[in-house]
Each structure stands twice: as C-alpha cells, then as structure tokens.
C-alpha cells in the first residue's frame, strides 16, 4: 500500500530552483517533497483517529514515510508491513488494508494458535465475549489472552519455549488450566468459557470471519496532499529560501 509525492507538472515552481545552482536545486527539491510528505502523514493520521475508535498508538504511527533523495525525487507513504512485540503477530497493515479496500480480516496468532491445537474450527474466528477483559483502546486484554492460550496448552513462544499450564504446583495454582474450557451448543464448539468457582463466563466467542467495509482513505488523502499544487509550490519557496541562504552566492 503506497502513496507517492512528486514535483510533476510543477514546471515553473521547479525551474525557480535552477538559480540555486550546482547540487542546490535537487537538494531542495527533495527538502520540499519530505516536508509535503510529513503532511500527508499528518494527514493520515488524523484520519486514522476519524474512523478508528480510540486507536492505539502502534495502529496511530502505521504509517512510514520513505523520502525522497536528491537523486530520487518521490516521497512515498507506506503503510507498515513489519512486526515487532507490539503486534501480536500482526503487521499494522494486516489490519490497516482491510479498512482501505474493505474485505476479509486477517487471522490474529492467537487464531492460529487455536486452530494448530484443534480448539479453534476451520472458518472459524475468535471475537471478545462478555468475560472478556478489555485494554484502554477497547481491545481483549495481552494478560487474559495469553492466560486462556496457556490454560488451553495453545500458548507458543519462539526458539521453541512453551509456556502453558503444566501440572506443577505453581502452574496449578494459577489455575489456568482448570479455568478455561472449551464452551459447546450440542456437540458444536461456539467459543472459550471461564469457570471461577461458582463464577461462569464466556472469554472468546467463535464467530464468522470479520468482514469490514472500506472506511479509510489512504489514497484519497494522500492524493489530495499531493495534488495540492499551492502546497507544493510553498514548500518549494520555503526550500527555495533556505536554498538561498546556504549559498551566499545566490542573489
């Protein structure tokens, strides 16, 4: 997913440079499509924060803005397809493109995990129940998740460590292992329960696959950013300005 700036049909906005100079004229060229780019990300960002409820700040900076060089002159805008431990095993743009093109949601590794352990039925996605405890952007809880992972033997972590429930005293006291089960209707399972005592909840609700409807407009906003010719031509002067002042034999 990408949106690119360049300075095309900007003819007389990009010869106002060439009195620079040398080097001058594709440094600042490039100084000027960053600054548009930093923009548009804002741009992005205050529409992320017009469709998301309450989105986090990892899904807030999804964006990554690749800028432009004096031997490149395009900035471009990506949406994030890395994963670090903040993502539970998603990249922003696993949950970024769907509200872009609308469609189906990816599988979380919870999912996964659920259905490599023959809990989770095919076709199949997990959606917080009632039970759930949920985190301040109104998302199911790590700590909860990873205790219902581990009481369910479905918990992987990497270089092959395994944490789930174990018949340890420690582990027992816990008591994960006791508490979660898998809830049926008949002989079909229709998600995880909770069992505390005299306390009984449904975690995790089986349910279709989330299908979201196109809401964000990625490419709309950058195009609108990009095809602002005032603003470009601005941000040009500024780099034309601070081009001049670099070269004082600039008139």
């Known amino acids: 997913m990408r949106g690119g700036i360049s300075a095309k049909d900007l003819d007389d906005a990009v010869a106002s440079l060439q009195v620079l100079g040398g080097d001058l004229p594709a440094i600042a060229l490039a100084d000027a499509l960053n600054h548009t780019a930093n923009q548009a990300n804002h741009a992005l960002v205050d529409e992320i924060d017009a469709v998301f409820d309450n989105p986090t700040p990892f899904t807030r900076g999804a964006i990554r803005i690749l800028r432009a060089t004096p031997k490149r002159l395009e900035a471009s805008l990506w949406v994030k397809d890395e994963k670090d431990n903040a993502s539970k095993g998603m990249a922003p743009e696993d949950w970024v ?31 917080p129940a009632e039970g759930a405890r949920l985190d301040q952007y109104g998302n199911m809880s790590r700590g909860q998740m990873i205790q219902i992972l581990s009481g369910l ?99």
């Open 153 to 251: 033997g479905a918990l992987e972590y990497r270089a092959g460590f395994k944490g789930n429930a174990t018949e340890s005293a420690r582990s027992l006291a816990k008591g994960h292992a006791q508490a979660y089960f898998v809830m049926k209707r008949g002989k079909v399972p229709i998600g995880i329960g909770e069992r505390r005592g005299k306390s009984l909840v449904m975690v995790l609700a089986f349910v279709r696959q989330p299908q979201y409807r196109t809401r964000l407009e990625f490419f709309e906003v950058v195009r609108g950013i990009a095809e602002d010719d005032s603003r470009l031509e601005a941000n040009i002067e500024k780099a034309l300005a601070k081009g001049r002042g670099a070269n004082p034999r600039s008139g």
């Open 97 to 127: 493109a769907p509200q872009v093109f609308g469609g189906p949601r990816s599988d979380k590794a919870s999912e996964r995990n659920l259905r490599a352990k023959g809990i989770l039925p095919p076709g199949l996605f997990i959606a």
